[in-house]
């Protein structure tokens, strides 16, 4: 099998924001309902985007298209042509076949969506295809999570943090951030937390309770990549969609490979449990102690036999450490408002959260949007730090229709 690095991710650039971002609008007391279309549905909490779609892959792609149509057209304008083609230089050509090679490897019912949207959206097919590739066209960048339940939520439900971070220009597009609601005609209603356009999983939770997120993996795993693989977020939206069990997630780690090397955090309701994904293989790793799960971009199992330094990449070391003493610290009292604590915490003041730019000397990267979800309630909050202070969106009540 040959062996060689994704053309998805050749690209690779240190991003600064040129835009001055809004005032923060305070957490949303209600998910309120914009407008409908076919059988969908637009809510927004605060400012971000709840959409709940309805039916066929095809037909939730139709309803998706419609509802955001004006920010789809919008967005694609300023990110892809205004920013990466105009501003960066980079090849429109290059840019299309990138987008064409994420395409090409998704199954026919993700396809069938993607064609909704452009049909309803304004937006041409290679257009619509060329957005939903808004994150390969860059290296990629840290991630962080925390999941807590048992002793260290007081015996209350499990509770699971994560940020995700990414170079700065990123946080001006979090401002498009969409909760994207599937009810699919056969499957498991699943939802899924990503820009606007972007069809594929890098955080989310279904209607039985399974939440994911995924953390780049590279300072462990290395730049070992398959052209020739389906990308891991695509197959984790399907699981979302597939699978209801922790032990069915076991069977998805141990039958699916992995084109990159990622770590997904995922949970339930009673417990957490990190996959440590390489392309050869993975470790099931279930905390750091009993109740406590921490994970950034390296691998910790010790069966790895990987022994990491204090300056590889992403300050990987220096945000769990400090994730791992506030979980600690706040042993027994960690619930929602304390994960929000938790995560609001930036780097120097001893959490794992990149700060605002302009807030603390400047990072290459910024912590874009961040989440909070409660697998046995169906419940999860958002922020996209410098937009949208944390704002609640209550799934089981959509989820159930």
Same mark, same amino acid.
């Given at each position: ?10 690209? *690779? ?6 835009? *001055? &971002? ?41 309803? &998706? ?82 999941? @807590? ?5 007081? &015996? ?39 820009? @606007? ?77 990190? &996959? ?85 000397? @400047? @990072? ?38």
């Amino acid at each position: 099998m040959k062996i060689c690095i994704r053309i998805t991710f050749i690209i *690779l650039f240190i991003f600064s924001a040129n835009g *001055l &971002y809004a005032q923060p609008t305070p957490e949303a007391a209600a998910t309120k309902l914009i407008s409908t279309f076919e059988k969908g549905n637009l809510y927004r909490s605060g400012r971000i985007n709840v959409l709940d779609l309805h039916g066929s892959y095809y037909q939730m792609g139709r309803q &998706y298209g419609y509802l955001l149509r004006g920010q789809l057209k919008s967005f694609y304008q300023s990110a892809v042509v205004d920013y990466f083609q105009k501003q960066k230089g980079l090849s429109a050509d290059l840019m299309k076949e990138t987008a064409m090679a994420l395409y090409a490897s998704y199954p026919a019912r993700f396809k069938d969506m993607i064609r909704g949207m452009a049909e309803t959206s304004g937006l041409p097919l290679d257009a619509q295809i060329m957005l939903n590739a808004l994150e390969l066209y860059g290296s990629m960048s840290g991630c962080s999570g925390i999941i @807590a339940w048992g002793e260290y939520t007081g &015996y209350q439900p499990l509770i699971a943090g994560r940020n995700y971070d990414w170079f700065d220009k990123y946080l001006e597009f979090a401002q498009n951030l969409t909760v994207t609601i599937f009810h699919p005609e056969s499957g498991i209603p699943n939802a899924i937390i990503t820009f @606007a356009g972007v069809i594929y999983a890098t955080t989310g939770l279904n209607a039985d309770g399974l939440f994911l997120a995924l953390n780049n993996g590279r300072p462990s795993g290395g730049a070992l990549s398959y052209a020739n693989r389906v990308p891991a977020m695509v197959s984790l939206l399907a699981f979302l969609n597939d699978y209801s069990t922790m032990d069915n997630l076991d069977i998805f780690f141990n039958t699916t490979r992995t084109d990159f090397a990622f770590i997904i955090n995922t949970a339930d309701q009673s417990r957490g449990i990190s &996959y440590e994904w390489a392309p050869f293989e993975h470790r099931r790793r279930s905390g750091d102690a009993d109740g406590l799960l921490v994970a950034t971009n390296h691998f910790v199992d010790p069966s790895w036999g990987i022994v990491m330094k204090d300056n590889v990449g992403f300050e990987t070391l220096r945000r769990r450490g400090n994730l791992l003493a506030l979980g600690h610290n706040n042993k027994g009292k960690i619930d929602v408002q304390k994960m929000k604590e938790i995560l609001d915490t930036t780097m120097k003041d001893g959490g794992a959260t990149w700060p605002l730019k302009g807030s603390e000397p @400047a @990072a290459a990267y910024q912590t874009v949007y961040q989440v909070i979800a409660v697998p046995e309630y169906l419940q999860i909050w958002v922020k996209v730090p410098g937009f949208q202070d944390w704002t609640k969106v209550e799934l089981k009540k959509i989820m159930a229709k």
